[in-house]
């Protein structure tokens, strides 16, 4: 079953491109028209790039992997951290912190500097400081949190990049390339679309637009992480049998060598019995 369809993506304006004379021929095989100088974007082979890159980002979730989403512009930012955060992604809705992840050692750094700081809060070393120092320990720690709260729990690199207006977030999809780690994009009739594995063809500014691909490709990666937590729960349980079968293994064991032990025996009482009972009639 399809996750989107073509009614649905008509009625976000997903088919809204931008003005011809802006366009990038990289993206002709995408375009269904041209209508009053702008791009109408082919909503049928959107709903085919839907469906292939929330396939991928379901398998990716699935295997445990993590992708981070990437949105700077005014119009995505709330969408993303909202269903990012949905399924417990990380997310870069603030400036790109060039080399976060060519250079990803250095932003956890960075990242551990927060959570030193909250330890300092916490412990009570904060009553020590002055109040000067106290205000730029302050200020620092919301300037970090501002720009890299969200990917505190991003302990290694990415297994995939999600990227709404590959133009505007061109540094972040440079350095996913640069690391082989496959890009997920919301491609628009300005950008180029031959550095995206998986490209979406879409309007990148509507925000209805943005909401229903990102609520689909979400919806994908839930599932994934819902299967996995199944497949997880499957082999606790299997494990758990294999373990009470190894320990019944053992018991039925003794229990046939007791048995054969007490057959022989058994035997001898009883040819004992018959030769006493025989023997006074042969007297």
Known sequence: MARTNFDMLLEAGCHFGHLKRKWNPAMAPYIFMERNGIHIIDLHKTVAKIDEAADALKQIAK???????????????????????SVNMPYVIERWPGGMLTNFPTIRKAVKK???IDKLMNDGTFSNLSKREILQITRQRAKLEKNLGSIADL????????VVDVMKENIAVREAKRLGIPVFAIVDTNSDPRDIDFMIPANDDAKNSIELI????CSAIAEGLEERKAEKADEKAAKEQAEEATEVKPKAARRARKSEEETP??????????????TPAEA
């Open 265 to 278: 025996a058994a035997e001898e009482e009883a040819k004992e019995e018959t030769t006493a009972e025989e």
């Open 155 to 162: 302990t290694r690199l990415p297994s995939a990049l999600f």
């Open 63 to 85: 295997s445990g992997k993590k992708v981070l989403f990437v949105a700077t512009k005014k119009q995505a930012k709330d969408i993303v951290a909202e269903k990012a955060t």
């Open 114 to 116: 927060m959570a030193n």
């Open 214 to 217: 990102l609520g689909a490709c």
